[in-house]
């Protein structure tokens, strides 16, 4: 049995407001040619296809579509496992128009499937109010292959593993799942970086096929394939991310053109140490660069008031902010959640990373 796996498409998304549509295009050619080279008799994507939870457009709705169908109609005829992700909205009515022939399985809750001689334990994004009082085990470990089987048996879910990711306030899959567990081998969507969770695990995040954000700079982009048991990566090509460090403005601007030059077919983060100006003028400014126009974000970690600019405003933007939340509709968890990334903004961190504590990821943030 040969299984190929990939997820986090994100299809539709606009990071830092930059139009990504040329490079996820790009990335599911290439999912779509390593599954017609490797013949699969499984593809599972592992939730997030989409960006956005609400409808995603009729651009990101036909490419998805036509991506599975595409894959669908391979010569092997591959069964294909559809996750329901966090940002997968349940209302997009093509899983319903694609699984006629029954080879796509779509995982609105968790379920055990046997497809192709083997087990898939399926797990979609889950909330803590969907957790039994006996744990996720409790969910889990029943749609593990009944003992004696002797077929591989893998668990896919669209979560983290717990302890992979500081401060994630989310439901997590415990690692002694897969680590003597039933499983073989545990699959994960969700987090965008590719790799093993941890060096000689049994547990793998599939990753984004492209740099969806700066938590992926440096990182391998690609799909994992199982043949029979042995898991390898085949690599994808993605642009790169780059982080340009400059102590402060008078620096990035002498030297930036000239390390701009050296990543031509990369977006590009400027971090500085410390400036004078804002955000928005410091961006502005770079943007009009040769080059430029590929900085997509500003990292600042000290902003200084030269002498002569008048102080700021003397009123508790903090407490309009909390007060504000406090008269939305929403239930407490999500007005604890807004206050804290106002918060966190307001205290200038990096949008970025308030971005991830808004999906969940809340490491080092106020």
Known sequence: MRL?????????????GVDRSEEIRSALDQIVDR???????????????????RYPGDGPVRLVASTVRRLLDLPGRPHVIALRGNHDWSGVKIWEILSGEGRL??????????????????????????????????????????????CWSF????????????????????????EGGPFDALF????HRHGAVAEGSRAFYTGSPY?????????????????????????????????????DEETARTGLEEDLRGHEESWVRVALERSSLSRALLLERFRALRGGERIVQLRLQTV??????????????????RRFVETEEADL??????????????AGKDPEEVWHLLKGRSEGLP
């Open 333 to 346: 968890p999500t007005r604890e959640l807004l206050t804290r990334a106002g918060a966190a903004l307001l």
């Open 155 to 178: 668990l896919l879910a669209h979560m983290a593993v717990e302890g992979t990711v500081p401060g994630l306030r989310e439901v997590t899959l415990p690692l002694s799942l897969v």
């Open 35 to 53: 599954a017609e080279r490797t013949r699969p008799d499984v593809v599972a994507l592992l939730g997030d296809l989409f960006d956005r939870f």
């Open 211 to 247: 740099r969806v954000d700066f938590s992926q700079e440096g990182g391998e982009v690609g799909l994992f394939d199982v043949d029979d048991g042995v898991i390898r990566t085949l690599p994808l090509h993605a642009r790169e991310l780059v982080t340009l460090r400059y102590d």
């Open 188 to 191: 994960c969507g969700h987090i």
């Open 4 to 16: 190929l796996l990939s997820g986090d498409w994100h299809v539709g998304a606009a990071t830092w």
């Open 105 to 150: 399985h779509v995982v609105d809750e968790p379920v055990g499937l046997d497809v192709a001689g083997a087990r898939f334990a399926c797990l979609p994004y889950l909330r803590p109010h969907q957790i039994p009082p006996g744990g996720l085990e409790e969910i889990v470990v029943p749609l593990a292959a009944p003992g004696g089987r002797g």
């Open 304 to 321: 200084v008031r030269e002498e002569g600019q008048s102080p700021p405003l003397e009123f508790d933007v903090d407490a309009l902010w």
